[in-house]
């Protein structure tokens, strides 16, 4: 009766690869941490926009292009 929190793969990873880093090269984990977060969102973005982009079936450029703003535009819309 118990459930994984999306949460947990949000931050473990990139915390993982802070903590890693930091103890091989000497620098506070934080803003390790903070730069392998804007990566691993990067990353999940990306992904969701080829996703997107492979179950609309576009096969124009124009078409991708056009996904692509109406994703990203949803993405500012929702973050505001």
Avoid: D, E, H
Wanted: glycine share 4%.
């Amino acid at each position: 009766n118990s459930a994984l929190v999306y949460y947990v793969g949000q931050w473990m990873v990139p915390s993982f690869f802070a903590k890693i880093i930091s103890i091989i090269i000497p620098i506070k984990a934080w803003y390790i941490g903070n730069v392998f977060l804007l990566l691993w969102n990067t990353l999940g973005i990306f992904i969701s926009l080829i996703w997107l982009i492979y179950l609309l079936n576009t096969k124009t450029k124009r078409k991708s292009l056009v996904a692509s703003i109406i994703f990203l535009l949803f993405l500012y819309i929702y973050r505001c």
